[in-house]
């Protein structure tokens, strides 16, 4: 279920970016091309999404299917309003890690990156490497691996966003113990729909800091449309080949 996050940001907060008129007029013509998008690619991928699930069980013991909650915007009618409220769902991907693991080592990674703890970040690591994302996770797979290489652990990420709960273009969905951590500015990346891609992943990615990633997601906000939305779509492919940053 849905929860709101009190105190995080509150519906004034959000008008405050983006008017509401505006925001719907996007809103719309993104939903539309997040549904013939996601159910065209659904179809087509769901072969290849059987092998990989099939793969992760027998490398490891439990679900394929790793469900976590995540913080986005998602728009909700409030009587004859339509407003933005900002809350956690369920998050889907496929499973990289082995069952149960602990989350301690990756929040206390995150909270390293959010303070540009290069000291922190490295002794967690084990070593200073140049991605900006926990690299040497013991908790990994080995097919887990190799999935989050290829970028293929983020497949099932399309029914997310058939189900409305994130677009195919926005800031990245982050956690909420990451959104905790956050300084006020931060929060100003949560006043659009999360995305399955965006501006970060096909410029940056993991080996830019978390201030420059939240820049960037800022710079979407500020000017995102549909043509922002299909350019950066072309170059996710790309970036995706590249595997710059991904890990």
Do not use: C
Request: hydrophobic share 45%; aromatic share 8%; no cysteine.
């Amino acid at each position: 279920m849905r929860q709101n996050l009190i105190g995080l940001v509150s519906y004034h907060d959000l008008s405050a970016a983006q008017t509401n008129e505006r925001r719907l007029r996007i809103s719309a013509s993104k939903r539309l091309l997040d549904l013939v998008v996601s159910v065209i690619l659904l179809f087509l991928l769901l072969p290849a999404m059987l092998v990989i699930a099939l793969l992760i069980v027998l490398d490891t013991p439990g679900s394929p299917i790793f469900v976590q909650q995540r913080v986005g915007l998602r728009r909700k009618r409030a009587g004859n309003r339509i407003v933005w409220e900002v809350g956690t769902f369920p998050f889907y991907k496929f499973r990289t890690m082995r069952k149960n693991a602990n989350p301690e080592i990756h929040r206390a990674y995150v909270g390293a990156l959010i303070r540009n703890d290069h000291e922190g970040m490295a002794a967690l690591q084990g070593e200073d490497v140049k991605v900006r994302k926990l690299v040497k996770d013991p908790r990994v797979t080995r097919v887990g691996a190799f999935l989050r290489k290829s970028s293929l652990d983020e497949l099932p990420e399309f029914w997310n966003v058939l189900r409305g709960d994130m677009s195919l273009v926005g800031p990245r969905r982050p956690i909420p113990y990451e959104v905790e951590m956050y300084e006020p500015w931060h929060r100003k990346r949560l006043e659009a729909v999360p995305g399955l891609t965006g501006l970060w992943q096909v410029t940056a990615r993991s080996s830019s800091s978390f201030d420059d990633m939240v820049e960037l997601d800022l710079y979407y906000i500020e000017h995102q449309s549909l043509w922002l939305d299909l350019k950066i779509l072309l170059m996710t492919p790309l970036a995706v080949l590249r595997g710059q940053g991904a890990v």
